[in-house]
């Protein structure tokens, strides 16, 4: 039982034999190491490369297809979805499936390119006379110099790579993040030459907190007629406490006959009047204590404004009444609901 207790729960004895064993010195000399081997490449690609490189995507009249197998394959899908998600046609074209009946989907206006490190993988090989056969314009991203696959392509761009992190040099740890780097680098600079604005960017990422600040609008997200909590200035407080509670507001909204805004009371209110008041409370209207000045927005306005709007100072509140432009009560937006929305 002694020797069992020595040992660390979920342990083994190999691993507490000191024969695996890393150090805080050891873990910063291999980010170093990256660094620097990053650091050749940016000192090393050649910019002209790049920029035909970018204009072949620019241009086509087409989709930029993007190939590759394993590690290399892992980031041509990743560098077609970041140029998806930037609203150019782009598609990852597994090698093998392409020789197998995919290669239907290229034509004669499209762009394929061949992501190698050694430029030597014969899954690619064997799919670009294929590839040529459609007309398709056919482009080698390798790290080798005078590798066989760049020769055989309409283009290609070198990938300086001085080694790989890996002590035996054969792991693709750091030419996999040249690719990488390149590739959403080259995305980014397709995106400043289509000028693409953030509505447009957003309008791809519906889902998402970038696309839903730059979409919704508080007319988007607020509540409205049944859903509203209004009553009249000369009602009496008590007499609305369950409109007050039961609407999930937080508020009543007070208004005129021609649905005009007149204040706003909140549960807040609520209990300062009746510290205040004591048993007065009851003979109190909802328009003697009412706010008669409350922040309010319009229904155009962006919903990620209406966030900063209750946020602001002097002290944050958790609603905004919708007024619109003929300063008709229409709605009401409230904290909750901006957070519940993914805001």
Known sequence: ????????????????????????????????????????????????????????????????????????????????????????????????????????????????????????????????????????????????????????????VHLPLQRELCPFNLAPVTSTAIQMVFGDTVAIALMEARNLTKEEYAANHPAGKIGKSLIFKVKDLMKKEDELPICRESDLIMDQLVELTSKGCGCLLVIDDGYSLIGTFTDGDLRRTLRASGEAIFKLTVGEMCNRKPRIIGPEAMAVDAMKKMEAPPSPVQFLPVINDQNMLIGIVTLHGLVSSGL
């Open 1 to 156: 039982m002694g020797s069992l207790a020595a040992f660390p729960r979920g342990a083994s004895k190999q691993c507490l034999s000191g024969n695996k064993h890393i150090d805080e010195s050891s873990v910063e000399a291999l980010f170093k190491s990256q660094q620097s081997h990053l650091n050749y490449f940016f000192h090393h690609i050649d910019h002209s490369q790049t920029l035909a490189f970018t204009r072949a995507l620019l241009e086509t009249a087409g989709t930029v297809f993007f190939t590759g197998v394993g590690k290399s394959g892992f980031v041509a899908h990743k560098i077609s979805q970041t140029l998806v998600s930037l609203g150019v046609r782009s598609a990852f074209l597994s090698p093998v499936d392409a020789l197998h009946g995919d290669l239907g989907i290229l034509t004669d206006r499209d762009v394929l390119v061949l992501l190698s490190k050694s430029g030597a993988t014969e899954e690619l090989h064997r799919l670009v006379p294929c590839a040529r056969a459609k007309g398709a314009l056919l482009i080698a991203l390798t790290s080798e110099e005078g590798n066989a696959l760049a020769a055989k392509c309409d283009m290609s």
